[in-house]
T-cell receptor
Framework: NAGVTQTPKFQVLKTGQSMTLQCAQD?????MSWYRQDPGMGLRLIHY???????DQGEVPNGYNVSRSTTEDFPLRLLSAAPSQTSVYFC??????????????FGEGSRLTVL | EDKVVQSPLSLVVHEGDTVTLNCSYEVTNFRSLLWYKQEKKAPTFLFML????IEKKSGRLSSILDKKELFSILNITATQTGDSAIYLC???????????FGTGTRLQVFP
């Protein structure tokens, strides 16, 4: 099983550029989410989804958009990249619609640098 | 505001030592406390705790939750170099679909 797959693994952007981080899971999980991880800050939730067509904001949603048109895919869009968005991004999914009710399965991360 | 605090931030030990990692939480309508291990890439799940005083164990790792004092500990006995990682804990609430993560404890085990 592939689990949670994120692409790309590495990306360098210039300020103002846009891009999409892709996330796909093959476990038929209802819950999907995006986190960013910065030194000394831990994992912070950006956006999450409890099913196709349903998305909601996390702790740090500004500058990011998401959509969930299928159960499998949950792309994260940066509309106009800023240096403050330099980070490692993780996509995670769970069989339960409540992330607090069970294990999160994480992708391997996408390291984004904004110059 | 909900928060999760881990201590120590960093720990350096020798192989064979026993370590205790701490996680305190303030989570409204608390549901669960989860522990993850992060080596080079993705965090991987260790334990989920929902009841006070019931130890969860997996090999040399064990964890327990105290819902009265609002903390959890993760114990690792007879540490090995392969235990070197960042250990994350996260609190979950019945109120929301969000997990609140602590900043992690970086454990380094030297031979």
């Amino acid at each position: 099983n592939a689990g949670v797959t994120q692409t790309p693994k590495f990306q360098v952007l210039k300020t103002g550029q846009s891009m999409t981080l892709q996330c796909a899971q093959d476990m038929n999980h209802e819950y999907m989410s995006w986190y960013r991880q910065d030194p000394g800050m831990g994992l912070r939730l950006i956006h999450y989804s409890v099913g196709a067509g349903i998305t909601d904001q996390g702790e740090v949603p500004n500058g990011y958009n998401v959509s969930r048109s299928t159960t499998e895919d949950f792309p994260l869009r940066l509309l106009s990249a800023a240096p403050s968005q330099t980070s490692v991004y993780f996509c995670a999914s769970s069989y339960s619609r409540f992330s607090s009710a069970g294990e999160l399965f994480f992708g391997e991360g996408s390291r984004l640098t904004v110059l | 505001e909900d928060k999760v605090v881990q201590s120590p931030l960093s720990l350096v030990v020798h192989e064979g030592d026993t370590v205790t990692l701490n996680c305190s939480y303030e989570v409204t309508n608390f549901r669960s406390l989860l522990w993850y291990k992060q080596e080079k890439k993705a965090p991987t799940f260790l334990f989920m705790l929902t009841s006070s005083g019931i130890e969860k164990k997996s090999g040399r790792l064990s964890s327990i939750l105290d819902k009265k004092e609002l903390f959890s500990i993760l114990n690792i006995t007879a540490t090995q170099t392969g235990d070197s990682a960042i250990y994350l804990c996260a609190g979950g609430s019945y109120n929301t679909d969000k997990l609140i993560f602590g900043t992690g404890t970086r454990l380094q085990v030297f031979p």
